[in-house]
């Protein structure tokens, strides 16, 4: 990552979130999801758009995109966590 240190701690809090949300569904198995695992994952979203605020305050389009980049992987992977688990409550 080539963005200023001020940028990169929310990122990092992000990616961390993400893996932990993963970690806790891959605890109750990955596949049949996790309600607990998606909203951790989910929460990543708020350290990434405070992120990408300051990219954009800064103008600068690396830390910006990799904000970006961060906020759609977190709702990608808290949303698709939370589908799986709805899906395996139906089978």
Do not use: H, N
Request: aromatic content about 4%.
């Amino acid at each position: 990552m080539t963005s200023s240190t001020r940028t990169q701690a929310p990122l990092l809090l992000s990616l961390g979130l993400i893996a932990a949300g993963v970690i806790v569904a891959a605890a109750g198995g990955i596949t049949s999801g996790s309600i607990l695992g998606g909203v951790i994952a989910a929460l990543g979203l708020v350290p990434a758009c405070y992120a990408a605020w300051l990219g954009m305050q800064k103008e600068t389009q690396g830390s910006l995109a990799v904000s970006l980049l961060l906020v759609f992987v977190s709702l990608g992977v808290g949303g698709i966590l939370l589908l799986l688990r709805v899906v395996d409550w139906l089978r």
